[in-house]
T-cell receptor, first 114, second 116 residues
Framework: NAGVTQTPKFQVLKTGQSMTLQCAQD?????MSWYRQDPGMGLRLIHY???????DQGEVPNGYNVSRSTTEDFPLRLLSAAPSQTSVYFC?????????????FGPGTRLLVL | AQSVAQPEDQVNVAEGNPLTVKCTYS??????LFWYVQYPNRGLQFLLK??????LVKGSYGFEAEFNKSQTSFHLKKPSALVSDSALYFC??????????????FGSGTQLTVLP
């Protein structure tokens, strides 16, 4: 199993550009989530999904969109990047039976918005 | 709203000495509490959890945590620190109200450095 994979590892954007952060898992997990990690603030939940076709907002959803067309993939879209979105983004997944606390985290995507 | 506080940004301890990383929480109802570790350039890894039962829970890599309901604390401990324990540690809480509160809320993290 590859676990949770994220691409790209690093990205530089200009203000106003759009991009999609990719996330995939091969463990057949129902639950997937996106977090951003900023210094001194821990991880904050952006969006999450409990299954294909079902998504919901987390703590900091503004400026981000998600979709879940398959169990495996959960892309995060930035429609118009802003410097405040400079952060490290983590995707995670877990089975609902095991509990979301046992989430497997991907290696992260470092995003710099100029 | 649920919240987690990790009052120490940085904890330094000598190898072989006991270590404690502090965490306090605020949540409606009974909490589910968790500890995670993050090594450089990696995602978080689950260490241990408290759901109910014994107030002392044991987890991976020799870590344990003590739940104290009256002090709303869930401190991470290890009897004898290793240099390889040096990492960023996060406490998290999950509550039981609706919507996002059913998700995990993380503390700001504590950088543990074990000195040889």
């Amino acid at each position: 199993n590859a676990g949770v994979t994220q691409t790209p590892k690093f990205q530089v954007l200009k203000t106003g550009q759009s991009m999609t952060l990719q996330c995939a898992q091969d463990m057949n997990h129902e639950y997937m989530s996106w977090y951003r990690q900023d210094p001194g603030m821990g991880l904050r939940l952006i969006h999450y999904s409990v299954g294909a076709g079902i998504t919901d907002q987390g703590e900091v959803p503004n400026g981000y969109n998600v979709s879940r067309s398959t169990t495996e993939d959960f892309p995060l879209r930035l429609l118009s990047a802003a410097p405040s979105q400079t952060s490290v983004y983590f995707c995670a997944s877990s089975s609902l039976l095991a509990g979301i606390e046992t989430q497997y985290f991907g290696p992260g995507t470092r995003l710099l918005v100029l | 709203a649920q919240s987690v506080a990790q009052p120490e940004d940085q904890v330094n301890v000598a190898e072989g000495n006991p270590l404690t990383v502090k965490c306090t929480y605020s949540v409606s109802g009974n909490p589910y509490l968790f500890w995670y570790v993050q090594y450089p350039n990696r995602g978080l890894q689950f260490l241990l959890k408290y759901i109910t039962g014994d107030n002392l829970v044991k987890g991976s890599y020799g870590f344990e945590a003590e739940f104290n309901k009256s002090q709303t604390s869930f401190h991470l401990k290890k009897p004898s620190a290793l240099v390889s324990d040096s990492a960023l540690y996060f406490c998290a809480v999950r509550g039981f109200s609706s919507g996002s509160a059913r998700q995990l809320t993380f503390g700001s993290g504590t950088q543990l450095t074990v000195l040889p």
